[in-house]
């Protein structure tokens, strides 16, 4: 049987010229929007904001809470260090931000408040929260589980851990977490949905419809966590693959992220200004590039390689913006692999009653010595990492470059510890 061949989506300059049309449209309706919402927040000297908390922590002698307004805008107040924890509530406030202009709107704000009114109502979201607690006996283990699940932040010591073992970005809800929630929904709908589908509508296109089904299921999950940037962009890839592969075009592809990137930032400008966004981009990016030029070795080759590519690629970036090495940072590497079993077994042993029976293993993991050292390395590292993997899209010598350039920083670390 003859093999049918994927196509690119776009071929032509007048391909790329409607593609860029399209998403010029977007994002002047998109910033035409956000400045509405500017304008309508600062034309008097104070506003009534229904917003949510999405964090809320001491510092000093006063509370910083960090709000989500019902227009989508993110800023951040004070308030006095005996206001109660109002953390996943719908608050109503008064707020002060005649000062700020609008590239600070979109940023992130600070404005003095004054809070009115508190939705007392327990919402999902504690509810389910209050249920792990009573599980998890372990404080920490609870705390790990509440990231993991409900995208809640760690207190400071526990993230500088995992930071030290190379394995926040295990904790923090993104597209590998959206990677294995899919295909996990997809073998408990399929067989399921195969049964009626033989005896009551066999004309249906079994596919599209599981798609639908994991999709919807997964758009009201990322709403529910507050549609992090992270997962924003996986999903909106999710989306934009699955409607491309069904058309018939081609999807480990470049183009496929960057239709994903820009679509994003012409519905949501504000993602322009958040690092963890970019991280996300730039890790699918190397998953891509992997596949490219290694498409054609076996499935397991590809399963062994991919995490030592990634922990490779990725690390220049980590000790620019963080700079967290230990000894045990190249063992994320394992760890993530793991984590692909860790992660469906602990929802599938939450949902029949034993959410308990993996804390061990979390507490063997926080109790390991993590000693970490900083490494503060120029920025202008990471810019010759960003050239170098730009152009090894053209140029198998400048992969074989951009592999000898990131070996070398990872042996420095590791030299810088010794």
């Given at each position: 049987?003859?093999?049918?061949?994927?196509v690119?989506?776009?071929?032509?300059?007048?391909?790329?010229?409607?593609?860029?049309?399209?998403?010029?449209?977007?994002?002047?309706?998109?910033?035409?929007?956000?400045?509405?919402?500017?304008?309508?927040l600062t034309?008097?000297?104070?506003?009534?904001?229904?917003?949510?908390?999405?964090?809320?922590?001491?510092?000093?002698?006063?509370?910083?809470?960090?709000?989500?307004?019902?227009?989508?805008?993110?800023f951040?107040?004070?308030?006095?260090?005996?206001?109660?924890?109002?953390?996943?509530?719908?608050?109503?406030?008064?707020v002060?931000?005649?000062?700020?202009?609008?590239?600070?709107?979109?940023?992130?704000?600070f404005?003095?408040?004054?809070?009115?009114k508190?939705d007392?109502?327990?919402?999902?979201?504690?509810?389910?929260?209050?249920?792990?607690?009573?599980?998890?006996?372990?404080?920490?283990s609870?705390?790990?589980?509440?990231?993991?699940?409900?995208?809640?932040?760690?207190?400071?010591?526990?993230?500088?851990?995992?930071?030290?073992?190379?394995?926040?970005?295990l904790?923090?809800?993104?597209?590998?977490?959206?990677?294995?929630?899919?295909?996990?929904?997809?073998?408990?709908?399929?067989?399921?949905?195969?049964?009626?589908?033989?005896?009551?509508?066999?004309?249906?296109?079994?596919?599209?419809?599981?798609?639908?089904?994991?999709?919807?299921?997964?758009?009201?999950?990322?709403?529910?966590?507050?549609?992090?940037?992270?997962?924003?962009?996986?999903?909106?890839?999710?989306?934009?693959?699955?409607?491309?592969?069904?058309?018939?075009?081609?999807?480990?592809?470049?183009?496929?992220?960057?239709?994903?990137?820009?679509?994003?930032?012409?519905?949501?400008p504000?993602?322009?200004?958040?690092?963890?966004?970019?991280?996300?981009?730039?890790?699918?990016?190397?998953?891509f590039?992997?596949?490219?030029?290694?498409e054609?070795?076996?499935?397991?080759?590809?399963?062994?390689?991919?995490?030592?590519?990634?922990?490779?690629?990725?690390?220049?970036?980590s000790?620019?913006?963080?700079?967290?090495?230990?000894?045990?940072?190249?063992?994320?590497?394992?760890?993530?692999?793991?984590?692909?079993?860790?992660?469906?077994?602990?929802?599938?042993?939450?949902?029949?009653?034993?959410?308990?029976?993996?804390?061990?293993?979390?507490?063997i993991?926080?109790?390991?010595?993590?000693?970490?050292?900083?490494?503060?390395l120029?920025?202008?590292i990471?810019?010759?990492?960003?050239?170098?993997?730009?152009?090894?899209?053209?140029?198998k010598?400048?992969?074989?470059?951009?592999?000898?350039?990131n070996?070398?920083?990872?042996?420095?670390?590791?030299?810088?510890?010794a």
């Amino acid at each position: 049987m003859t093999k049918i061949e994927r196509v690119e989506l776009l071929s032509s300059k007048k391909d790329f010229f409607y593609l860029f049309a399209l998403f010029t449209f977007l994002l002047i309706f998109s910033l035409a929007k956000e400045y509405y919402n500017y304008k309508e927040l600062t034309k008097f000297d104070s506003q009534l904001v229904h917003a949510k908390v999405l964090k809320q922590y001491q510092k000093k002698n006063h509370q910083v809470l960090k709000l989500k307004s019902n227009d989508g805008s993110i800023f951040y107040s004070i308030t006095s260090k005996k206001t109660p924890n109002y953390k996943d509530k719908n608050i109503e406030l008064e707020v002060w931000a005649g000062k700020i202009n609008f590239l600070s709107y979109l940023k992130g704000f600070f404005a003095f408040s004054k809070i009115i009114k508190v939705d007392t109502h327990s919402t999902y979201k504690e509810k389910i929260s209050h249920s792990l607690s009573k599980v998890h006996a372990d404080k920490v283990s609870d705390r790990i589980y509440q990231a993991l699940y409900l995208a809640k932040p760690l207190p400071y010591q526990l993230q500088q851990k995992f930071s030290n073992l190379g394995v926040s970005h295990l904790l923090a809800i993104s597209g590998f977490h959206l990677g294995v929630l899919s295909t996990l929904l997809f073998f408990i709908i399929k067989y399921p949905y195969t049964l009626l589908q033989n005896n009551f509508f066999p004309y249906r296109n079994a596919k599209r419809d599981i798609f639908f089904i994991i999709s919807t299921i997964l758009l009201f999950y990322m709403f529910f966590l507050d549609s992090p940037p992270s997962l924003l962009r996986s999903y909106a890839m999710l989306i934009v693959g699955f409607i491309l592969y069904d058309k018939g075009v081609k999807i480990i592809s470049i183009q496929t992220l960057l239709i994903s990137i820009l679509l994003l930032l012409a519905l949501f400008p504000r993602l322009i200004f958040s690092i963890g966004f970019f991280l996300s981009i730039s890790g699918v990016f190397y998953i891509f590039l992997f596949l490219i030029y290694f498409e054609k070795k076996s499935k397991v080759w590809q399963f062994l390689l991919l995490p030592f590519w990634v922990y490779l690629m990725m690390l220049p970036y980590s000790l620019t913006l963080f700079g967290n090495f230990s000894l045990y940072h190249p063992l994320s590497i394992l760890f993530t692999s793991l984590f692909t079993l860790f992660y469906p077994l602990s929802i599938f042993l939450h949902f029949i009653g034993f959410g308990d029976s993996l804390d061990s293993i979390l507490q063997i993991l926080v109790q390991l010595d993590t000693q970490a050292v900083k490494i503060s390395l120029s920025k202008s590292i990471l810019y010759i990492e960003i050239l170098l993997s730009l152009l090894a899209l053209y140029k198998k010598e400048a992969l074989v470059t951009l592999l000898i350039y990131n070996f070398s920083i990872f042996i420095y670390s590791i030299y810088y510890i010794a």
